[in-house]
């Protein structure tokens, strides 16, 4: 069954760290590139953060940069996204997907359910 399966969301205070993580079945997980992206209560949806399959130039969102921090275990097929101090407007909705490079921009080819964080 091919899917993603995202878990680690919650309610935290600001300032505070949570740690989220992926799980994938299905397809050669080791192989793709990987990114951890939202959706804000006001609907604005965000790129926070890419992995590729090497872990080489990985890119940040510019207003999570320095706090949050993306890694893989392949041995595991797990996607994490480590966040730390953070702020209100970290709120949102946290997907985790599979990316492919199609035409010059990135392409969605499988997402997760979704986990919620809630800075408060």
């Known amino acids: 069954h091919v899917q993603l399966v995202e878990s680690g969301g919650g309610l935290v205070r600001p300032g505070g760290s949570l740690t989220l993580s992926c799980v994938a079945s299905g397809f050669a997980f080791s192989d793709y590139p990987l990114t951890w992206v939202r959706q804000t209560p006001e609907k604005r949806f965000e790129w926070v953060s890419i992995t590729n399959s090497a872990e080489t130039d990985d890119y940040y969102l510019d207003s999570v940069r320095g706090r949050f921090t993306i890694s893989r275990d392949n041995g595991k097929n797990t996607l994490y996204l480590q966040l730390n101090r953070l702020n209100i407007e970290d709120t949102a909705m946290y997907y985790c997907?599979?990316?492919?490079?199609?035409?010059?921009?990135?392409?969605?080819?499988?997402w997760g359910q979704g986990t919620q964080v809630t800075v408060s």
């Open positions: 997907a599979k990316i492919f490079w199609d035409s010059g921009e990135w392409s969605f080819g499988l």
